[in-house]
């Protein structure tokens, strides 16, 4: 089984601090993605990345920023935390190629006070 | 870039009845479209999807179809069961080279009632 993994479920920040995410994905893929899930917007892509170092900005990029050094992991980082950034924010990868399925972590509940 | 709308953005069904929801894209040259399912404290799982060549799929009890002129596509669930109950969400994807992103609608929270 795929499996994607996010390094915390939930997470308290105060404004203003530098907060990472981290997804790791353990199949390989290709693709890997961040999604912020609020109530009513659905989820909402901020970046995006289809090769080790490479990245793209999806629909919401403002006041984030990712990494992708390895392969398998993809960090999403929040330069400085403000309390709209309060969400859950999912992490997913696909494996590329003929297949668009995209294999979703658990999530991280993100308070920023 | 792509939208997607999706309706309702809740549904209550009885347990045992049909459920539908429905969506529309706005890009004709969308060509994939998936349905994912959201459980209470998890990540969206795809259930089933459907590429543009196909009009209908079904698996067992979940079934897709889609309408590429009317740019509009439609889950169904027969016999629904309490485990049904969760946030679904329809998306598009627009084929090209190095583009595998997904646009989401905005969910429907579908309960079952025992």
């Known amino acids: 089984d795929v499996k994607v993994t996010q390094s915390s479920r939930y997470l308290v920040k105060r404004t203003g601090e530098k907060v990472f995410l981290e997804c790791v994905q353990d199949m390989d893929h290709e693709n890997m993605f961040w999604y912020r899930q609020d109530p009513g917007l659905g989820l909402r892509l901020i970046y995006f990345s289809y090769d080790v170092k490479m990245k793209e900005k999806g629909d919401i990029p403002e006041g984030y920023s990712v990494s992708r050094e390895k392969k398998e992991r993809f960090s999403l980082i929040l330069e400085s935390a403000s309390t709209n950034q309060t969400s859950m924010y999912l992490c997913a990868s696909s494996p590329g190629g003929f297949s668009y399925e995209q294999y979703f972590g658990p999530g991280t509940r993100l308070t920023v006070t | 870039g792509e939208n997607v709308e999706q309706h309702p953005s809740t549904l209550s069904v009885q347990e045992g009845d049909s459920a539908v929801i429905k969506c529309t894209y706005s890009?004709?040259?969308?060509?994939?479209f998936p349905w994912y399912k959201q459980e209470l404290g998890k990540g969206p799982q795809l259930i089933i999807d459907i590429r543009s060549n196909v009009g209908e799929k079904k698996d067992q009890r979940i079934a897709v179809t889609l309408n590429k002129t009317a740019k509009h596509f439609s889950l169904h669930i027969t016999e629904t069961q309490p485990e049904d109950s969760a946030v679904y969400f329809c998306?598009?994807?627009?084929?090209?080279?190095?583009?595998?992103?997904?646009?989401f609608g905005k969910g429907t929270k579908l309960s079952v009632i025992p």
């Open positions: 890009d004709s040259a969308s060509n994939y």
């Open positions: 998306a598009a994807s627009i084929p090209g080279a190095g583009s595998y992103q997904l646009t």
